[in-house]
Every structure is written in C-alpha cells, then in structure tokens.
C-alpha cells in the first residue's frame, strides 16, 4: 500500500525559507515522478513543481520559478521541496504527489494519483 507523508511546515516571515520534506512508502518510489501542489483557503488546488524519476530535471509553476527547488533522494524514497524568498501568497497546505504521468508533459495535463495529508506553509507581511 502506497502511503505518502509531508513533513516540516510552519510559519516564517517574509523573505524567509523553509524546506518541506515527503516520504512514499513503498518499492517503487524510483518509477514515478513526484510532484508539490498546494491550496491555499478558498482557492483551488495548484500545480508548485515536479521532478523526473531519476532527479535529474523538474519543471516549477512561474509562481515560484527561480525561488522554490525540489530535489528527490530514490535511496530514501523522500522529495523535498526548498522554498526561499517566501511571499505570503504562498501561504497554503502543501501537498506532495505521485504522477499518473512518468514522461514530460505540460503541467496543466499532468494529473495525481496519490497524495499526503499537506503540510501548512505560513508566511507572514
């Protein structure tokens, strides 16, 4: 059974970094790309980042282009996502994913399979 577990939020200010981290459970971590959504209150769940099986390439929404990276260790079975320079519009529950997709593709034709409980993110003015 695949059980998937974000860790590390919290609150920061402004300008500030923080670095969530996720866990898959299972055999097979290493076949599928793995990505971050987050949704913020009253909003709709959004596309943050994805990362291929092997780690060696990931594509980022122009949200958070140039200030988030995320990075994978197949060994661990583990994603991270290291956020810098963080805007209060990135205040949501962060969610880590695996892709039904194991190719590229646009982000806005990539769709989850399973996914965490989230780990909140606070940044505060």
């Known amino acids: 059974q695949v059980e998937v577990l974000e860790s590390g939020g919290g609150e920061v200010q402004a300008g500030g970094s923080l670095r969530i981290s996720c866990v898959m459970r299972?055999?097979?971590?290493?076949?599928?790309?793995m990505g971050w959504l987050r949704q913020a209150p009253g909003k709709e769940r959004e596309f943050v980042a994805v990362?291929?099986?092997?780690?060696?390439?990931?594509d980022y929404a122009d949200a958070v282009k140039g200030r988030f990276t995320t990075s994978r260790d197949n060994g661990k079975n583990t994603v991270d996502l290291q956020m810098n320079n963080l805007k209060p519009e990135d205040t949501a529950n962060y969610y880590c994913a695996r892709s039904r997709q194991q190719h590229d593709l646009p982000s806005s034709r990539r769709t989850w399979d399973r996914w965490g409980q989230g780990t909140q993110v606070t940044v505060s003015s």
């Open positions: 990362i291929n099986r092997s780690g060696d390439s990931a």
């Open positions: 299972g055999r097979t971590f290493g076949s599928y790309y």
